[in-house]
């Protein structure tokens, strides 16, 4: 079911991807099978799949695991972080 947004600014959604996401993985799942299907080698399907988990987008605030770890990647690695040593009350 495809569903149209109401806004035309919002993101086009199938199901609970958006459609460039679900272009994606679909492409990914394709050469992974064939390649997996050639090599007997099943444990390359994880690819696709964990691609599929981390886009999909259940979260409140309508944003997706991959972001969020994201956020965090860019909070604990990218972002100043300022420590104060010493005791408190500036004694």
């Known amino acids: 079911m495809f569903i149209y947004p109401g806004n035309l600014k919002?993101?086009?959604q199938f199901l609970y991807l958006t459609v460039s996401d679900f272009a994606i993985g679909s492409l990914l799942s394709v050469v992974f099978v064939v390649y997996s299907i050639e090599n007997f080698r099943f444990?390359?399907?994880a690819v696709p799949i964990l691609f599929f988990i981390f886009k999909m987008r259940i979260l409140e605030n309508s944003s997706n695991?991959?972001?969020e770890i994201?956020?965090?990647f860019?909070?604990?690695v990218d972002s100043q972080q300022k420590y104060f040593w010493g005791?408190?009350?500036g004694e």
Do not use: H, Q
Request: proline share 0%; net charge positive; charged share 40%.
């Open 43 to 45: 444990t390359l399907l």
């Open 70 to 72: 994201f956020k965090a």
């Open 65 to 67: 695991l991959w972001e």
């Open 74 to 76: 860019n909070y604990l």
């Open 87 to 89: 005791r408190k009350g």
């Open 10 to 12: 919002e993101k086009k």
